[in-house]
């Protein structure tokens, strides 16, 4: 299902082409043109992805999309 970044919310699932998953666990920041995001992946084997690191940090990645961006999600 193709959603354009004004669309996510809390939970929203993104792929990329690959096929690779994100979860959205935070809206950092939104404007009338963007929106920040942090993503997680808790199925990576790349610990920095997970929501929450071993040591207890939050994780992921942080990420901004112009709210006109065309991204893939999952239903």
């Known amino acids: ?8 919310k809390v939970g929203t699932k993104l792929a990329e082409a690959d096929g690779y998953l994100f979860d959205v666990v935070e809206i950092v920041k939104e404007t009338a043109k963007t929106i920040t995001v942090r993503l997680c992946s808790d199925f990576s084997p790349c610990q920095n992805l997970w929501t929450v690191k071993k040591n207890g ?15 893939y999600g999952i239903a």
């Open 57 to 71: 940090e939050k994780g992921g990645i942080i990420k901004t999309f112009r709210k006109s961006t065309r991204l």
């Open 1 to 8: 299902m193709i959603i354009t970044a004004n669309e996510i």
